[in-house]
């Protein structure tokens, strides 16, 4: 499954194109087993459940790659970040503050994706799997700053 010559994003994308995978990304590259967990939305300003817990992985390895870098380990000042299904352009649009993209490239930034056999989960919506059972990962790859999707739309704040 491995090739040490490939980058993080490209051995990914291999897997990803086979569309028996789905992935997981995560500032932590010690987890051995993931437990369901409550997932939220925020909605009109309020946090809101979103759905029974679960483990959430997507088939893009781009959105993977995305959550396994934008966080607080990475980006200790702070950052807004997301991304969304655009349903009319089939494809994922992300975005993020300067700020966040800015200590990414700054600092040695690096997150893990994890892989998972598509099986174990089923669709939700859009480009999301859910599990509400313990997952155990197959493997897991660790991806940089140079593995992030290249289209990020810069914003001032999130959601605007």
Same mark, same amino acid.
């Given at each position: !499954?491995?090739?040490?010559?490939?980058?993080?994003?490209?051995?990914?994308?291999?897997?990803?194109?086979?569309?028996?995978?789905?992935?997981?990304?995560?500032?932590?590259?010690?987890?051995?087993?993931?437990?369901?967990?409550?997932?939220?939305?925020?909605?009109?300003?309020?946090?809101?459940?979103?759905? $029974?817990?679960?483990?959430?992985?997507?088939?893009?390895?781009?959105?993977?790659?995305? !959550?396994?870098?934008?966080?607080?380990?990475?980006?200790?000042?702070?950052?807004?970040?997301?991304?969304?299904?655009?349903?009319?352009?089939?494809?994922?649009?992300?975005?993020?503050? $300067?700020?966040?993209?800015?200590?990414?490239? !700054?600092?040695?930034?690096?997150?893990?994706?994890?892989?998972?056999?598509?099986?174990?989960?089923?669709?939700?919506?859009?480009?999301?799997?859910?599990?509400?059972?313990?997952?155990?990962?197959?493997?897991?790859?660790?991806?940089?700053?140079?593995?992030?999707?290249?289209?990020?739309?810069?914003?001032?704040?999130?959601?605007?």
């Amino acid at each position: !499954m491995e090739n040490k010559n490939k980058k993080g994003r490209d051995l990914l994308l291999e897997l990803e194109r086979t569309g028996q995978y789905v992935f997981h990304g995560s500032e932590d590259g010690e987890i051995e087993v993931f437990e369901p967990r409550q997932a939220f939305n925020f909605i009109g300003g309020k946090k809101v459940e979103d759905d $029974k817990p679960g483990v959430h992985a997507t088939p893009v390895v781009a959105v993977a790659i995305f !959550m396994a870098l934008f966080n607080g380990k990475n980006c200790p000042r702070g950052f807004s970040s997301s991304f969304v299904w655009d349903k009319n352009k089939h494809k994922v649009i992300f975005s993020a503050t $300067k700020q966040g993209i800015d200590q990414l490239k !700054m600092g040695d930034a690096s997150g893990y994706v994890y892989i998972f056999d598509k099986g174990l989960f089923q669709w939700r919506k859009h480009i999301e799997y859910i599990s509400y059972n313990v997952a155990k990962p197959i493997k897991k790859i660790k991806v940089d700053f140079s593995d992030l999707p290249e289209d990020i739309k810069i914003i001032s704040d999130f959601g605007k």
